[in-house]
Nanobody, 118 residues
Framework: QVQLVESGGGVVQAGGSLRLSCAAS????????LGWFRQAPGKEREFVAS?????????HYADSVKGRFTISRDNAKNTVSLQMNSLKPEDTAVYYC??????????WGQGTQVTVSS
């Protein structure tokens, strides 16, 4: 059983920055990859970024955030972060942390709201 808790969301003006964090408990943190997803009102949940199970491991980004967002993880602290720079109004969404496949399923956090005002 893995529990994920996101934090760091808020309201920011366009061009600003936010840093999201996701704290994990349960399971063996260094055994699974992690990712960030987001869901805007009226839209489907979409992939944002992922990182392999190693600190400093391989990363992947959605084209829409490439060059602006950076995902990182700290296996000593069981956390994964998403640094978001040059935010745009279209980045407004609820952001979710998700584990890689653990046992027979993925695990999701409860989400944190990010609102970017123009």
């Amino acid at each position: 059983q893995v529990q994920l808790v996101e934090s760091g969301g808020g309201v920011v003006q366009a061009g600003g920055s936010l840093r999201l964090s996701c704290a994990a408990s349960g399971g063996t943190f260094s055994n699974y990859a992690l990712g960030w997803f987001r869901q805007a009102p009226g839209k489907e949940r979409e992939f944002v970024a992922s990182i392999s199970r190693y600190s400093g491991g391989s990363t992947h980004y959605a084209d829409s955030v490439k060059g602006r967002f950076t995902i990182s993880r700290d296996n000593a602290k069981n956390t994964v972060s998403l640094q978001m720079n040059s935010l745009k109004p279209e980045d407004t969404a609820v952001y979710y942390c998700r584990s890689g496949f653990v046992g027979s399923r993925y695990y999701w956090g409860q989400g944190t709201q990010v609102t970017v005002s123009s």
